[in-house]
């Protein structure tokens, strides 16, 4: 089992940046692929970026693309979002989630079977 808490959200002003970070609890966070994804107001929740287990191959939704970072360090079982330029479009809840497998970071929201509780972040203009 892994269980999930993201930190790191808030408000913060067009072009400003913030830094998410997800701590995982449990003996396999180091073996899964990781994710964020974010769910905006009347939209449907989305794939923002995702992390193999290694950290070798990332994936970045073509919106976050150039302004976003994952990373993890699996010494602290951690995973985090730098994100810079933030947009208001980017306001949204953002959830960190470890794959059901082992390995890559698939970006399907149905391949991660542990979820945390969601994080808030607001960009005002």
């Known amino acids: 089992q892994v269980q999930l808490v993201e930190s790191g959200g808030g408000l913060v002003q067009a072009g400003g940046s913030l830094r998410l970070s997800c701590a995982a609890s449990?003996?396999?966070?180091?073996?899964?692929?990781m994710g964020w994804f974010r769910q905006a107001p009347g939209k449907e929740r989305e794939f923002v970026a995702t992390?193999?287990?290694?950290?070798?191959?990332?994936n970045y939704a073509d919106s976050v693309k150039g302004r976003f970072t994952i990373s993890r360090n699996n010494a602290n079982n951690t995973m985090y979002l730098q994100m810079n330029s933030l947009k208001p479009e980017d306001t949204a809840v953002y959830y960190c989630?470890?794959?059901?497998?082992?390995?890559?970071?698939?970006?399907?929201?149905?391949?991660?079977?542990?979820w945390g509780q969601g994080t808030q972040v607001t960009v005002s203009s």
């Open positions: 992390i193999s287990w290694n950290g070798a191959i990332t």
């Open positions: 989630a470890a794959s059901t497998g082992y390995g890559l970071g698939p970006i399907e929201a149905e391949e991660y079977g542990y």
């Open positions: 449990g003996r396999t966070f180091s073996r899964r692929g």
